[in-house]
């Protein structure tokens, strides 16, 4: 099975990080894309520019960009290939932003959207993998917060704690929708190949939780304390709109994702970081 890497506004040091990291797999920039994606068994979308970063209006119109225009590319290429060269399945990013956020909501695939820009963002980013021509199975994946050792916000944390920093963000109240990026991976795995995934699932961990609780667990992972809060005003001083990632939450639940019988590794939130700590 050959696989081919579709790079979107790749800066020319990612492209040599990608070949080194990944021997063996094409590359190939935004002109290539179409020739690549025709004779495709299945095409997976997880385009889009970071969003924990400070929100300029320039940076929000290119987190908007970055996921709808490359979505869009996509699309285009799948629909303008012959019906027989067409790959049988796209499964497409989004984002659990789409929910809005609640600290008192449950969130689950048939919750209505939020009504804030991250909610907005998904919401384009959906209506846009949607005009894919029908007869290809489309696998809309909402995702969590990711954890892992080497990017996202673990690679943020653990430094911190390490060095007896470690605490909650604001209240510590606000809910942490989390998954493992072994069980991300492997629901992406299963959605390619079992025709039973279709249309919108979660990628969450069953059980999310309190942000002071992620915090409790990776200071015991850890051998560290948590014990050193980071007051909101500080993180909206930085991050100024973006911090809404972090001082609020929401609780989403991966109900289609269990309903199809997935079965997480990682179901608890302590179990995650043990194993991501001492990898």
Not at 180 to 185: A, I, K, S, Y
Not at 230 to 246: I, R
Request: hydrophobic fraction near 45%; charged fraction near 20%; proline fraction near 5%.
């Amino acid at each position: 099975m050959s696989m081919h890497f579709l790079c979107y506004h790749c800066l020319l040091e990612n492209l040599y990080f990608l070949a080194a990291a990944y021997p063996g797999i094409e590359i190939a920039e935004e002109a290539q894309w179409a020739d690549l994606i025709q004779g495709s068994t299945a095409v997976i979308n997880l385009a889009g520019n970071p969003i924990s970063t400070r929100w300029s209006p320039e940076v929000k119109a290119e987190i908007m960009k970055s996921r709808v225009d490359a979505t869009s590319k996509v699309v285009e290429a799948i629909n303008a290939a012959p019906q027989e060269l067409r790959p049988s399945v796209l499964v497409s990013a989004t984002a659990i932003g789409f929910y809005g956020t609640s600290e008192t909501q449950t969130f689950d695939e048939l919750s209505p959207s939020g009504a804030d820009y991250l909610s907005r963002v998904c919401r384009e980013w959906e209506s846009t993998a949607q005009k894919v021509d029908s007869d290809v199975r489309l696998v809309l994946v909402r995702i969590g917060i990711v954890l892992e050792s080497d990017g996202g916000a673990l690679a943020q944390m653990i430094p911190l704690f390490k060095l007896y920093a470690g605490g909650p963000i604001g209240s510590g109240k606000q809910w942490f929708s989390w998954v493992h990026r072994d069980d991300l991976v492997g629901l992406i795995m299963e959605a390619l190949k079992n025709s039973s995934y279709r249309g919108v699932i979660n990628g969450t961990a069953p059980n999310p939780v309190r942000f002071s609780e992620m915090c409790d667990q990776l200071g015991a992972a850890l051998g560290r304390p948590s014990w050193l809060p980071v007051p909101a005003f500080m993180l909206q001083a930085l991050l100024g709109e973006g911090a809404q990632l972090v001082v609020n939450g929401q609780r989403v639940i991966p109900k289609k994702a269990l309903e199809l019988g997935f079965k997480f590794k990682y179901k608890y939130v302590s179990d995650a970081l043990k194993a991501i700590v001492s990898s």
